[in-house]
Structure formats: C-alpha cells, structure tokens
C-alpha cells in the first residue's frame, strides 16, 4: 500500500470512531491542513512544513522563539548595516535568534543531570535527519532537535527517582513524529518496547518516522491491527504506532507511561478517557510535560481549548498515583511571558 494511501485509510477509519478519540478545539483544523500538506509536499518533507513547525515539530528558532522569519531578517540585517565590521556581534545575535543559545542550555542541563552509568543510556542517542529537519544543532558530535531534548530532559529527570529499577515497555499519547520510540531504540535497555497512540494524520507521520529510522520489520503499524478485537502488548514488534480509538484494544501491562505537550491541547474529557487506560494497563510510572497554567482558551481568530487543563487537575485524574515530583527549572521551560512547561512525575500507589 503506498504510504498515503494508509494515511487515507487512518483518516477514514477515525471518521467511524468515537467523538472522545476524534481532533479536538485544538486539533480539529489543523489536523485537516497538515493531512492535505503532506499529500501536497510529501510526507519524507514533513519536518519542514510550515504548519507542521507549529504543532507537531517544535522548533527553538522561529516561530516557536516568539519572532517570525521576517522579524529576524530584520534585525540580521540592521546590525549588519549598522556594524558591517563587527563579526563576533553577527556571531552572537545569529547564535540567539536561530535558537541554538537555548538548545545548548538545555544540552547542558543535559550532561550535568544525567547519570550516564544508568539505563536508560540517555547519551547514546543521536537524532535522524529523516523528514528534512528545518532545524537541528550538533554538540558533542550527535544532532539534537527541540523535540530530542525536551525528552531527554525528562528522561534525565525520570531517572533521578528510579534507582535501581529499569522501565522496558513504554506507552505514550500524543507523541509527535516518534521522537521518544527514536530514543528509547538507542537507550540500551533490554527487551525494549514504544507504543505510540496519537491520531491520524500524526499518527501516519510518527509510524513513517520511526519505519524509516528503525526499520519496517522493527514496526507494528496501525493497519496491521485494524480488525482485531484484542491488542496483546507482549506480541507486537519493539515499536508500534496505534490510531487512538486502538487503545481499546490494548491488553498486557506498560512499566512508564508518557504524555508531553499534547495532553494540554486536548479537553478534560478526552485526557480523563485516556488516562483510564493508562490506569487499567497498570502503569507503574506518568511522566507528564505539560503547561501549569493551562492552553489557553478558543476566541475568536484564535485556537485554543474550550476547556484548560491545569497541573492539579492530573491529581484528580490519577487517583490510584501519588506525585513524586514537579519541576520548572531546569527540565522543564518558563516562558518570558510568565508561562511554565512543568514536568509532572506520578508512581503507581
């Protein structure tokens, strides 16, 4: 089946489902756009797509920085017409508008966090450039992304509180392009396995990713699965990229479950549903990245969520979990507006 063609079949398939696993406020547009996108550009492109930069492909540089490629033409070439000469000054201000002054930082915070002598290896990891990345910074010989370092961060702060304890199955939702499926193949651990749910067409993207980097044989893809009323966890390939409506059907035990940034884009009842599953397949730990304050809210010429969600509401959602953890500074991320990125780390009671 050519590729898009799955694509066609996810987006049909997700039509008959429930309206608790359809886009939500957020998604429910976009969703539409980036599926005809990458029909239009291709999806071996898709890390260079416009809209896909602003959902599903976090960048440090334009637009995520703030600024938009316009305003950073300018300043680059006002310092430039005012200061010709001054080399070490374009060297700086490049250095802070492409966002490679906040990707060292978190690659800092990085190597002094990690215990390199723990599983998971978090240093061994080097990122893909499949999907044509628009950006991507080289320190110590490997290439990181925005989306590589807000998990290896998290991992880092995981880590802390595992002691001798080695997680093997993962599950996570909501997961972009499978950066984490990416990371955990490299991590060292033993009969390692990723499950990503997410909705079509992100869901198609994350399956093309990690197929092209781990190998197609390495991979259970949601086509694969489609007619069958019972998903045993312990038969599928190392990796695997469900639909969401598939999370039904999962049976079997998951040792850390995993939501960044995407559970905050979504409504109340939607992450509720979800993290029923996560309960009932028995995750032993949630680690959760997302905004303490909440999305904000859907107005008019503006998308957002009908309903926020905000760091005390997975408290209520996560009875049988206690919270070992918050955190902001380092692994996480304030923003200059006053915003926080604030990892959550739950274990099972």
Known sequence: MNPLETLDLALTELRKQ?????PTAFWSAASAEIAQELHLRGVENFRNIPIALGYFVPNFGPPASGLSQEQVALL?????????????SQQVLKHLLSGKQHALSDYRVLLASDNQAQLPFLHHF??????????????????YSRSSLNYLLGLSFLKRHLGSEVPK???EIGGGFGTLGEIWASSGVPDWRYIGVDIPPTQFVADYYLKSVLGADQVTGFDELLNHRQIN????????????WQIEQLQGAVDLFVNF???????????????HHVDRLQARWVLLRNMR??????????????TPIRSDDYLDMLPNYRLVERNVHPFGFETVDGFHSELQLFQRK
């Open 18 to 22: 429930q309206a608790i696993y359809q």
């Open 76 to 88: 680059t070439s006002t310092l430039l017409e005012h200061s010709p000469e001054e080399k070490k």
């Open 126 to 143: 080097n990122e893909s450039v499949c999907g044509q990345p628009l950006e991507q910074f080289e320190f110590g010989s490997k290439r």
């Open 169 to 171: 199955t993962v599950l």
């Open 233 to 244: 966890i312990s038969d599928l390939k190392p990796a695997s990229v469900l639909c969401s």
């Open 261 to 275: 940034i995407s559970f905050q884009e979504m409504e109340p009842d939607v992450v509720s549903n979800y993290l």
């Open 293 to 306: 304050e909440g999305k904000q809210k859907q107005r008019a010429g503006h998308v957002g969520v009908k």
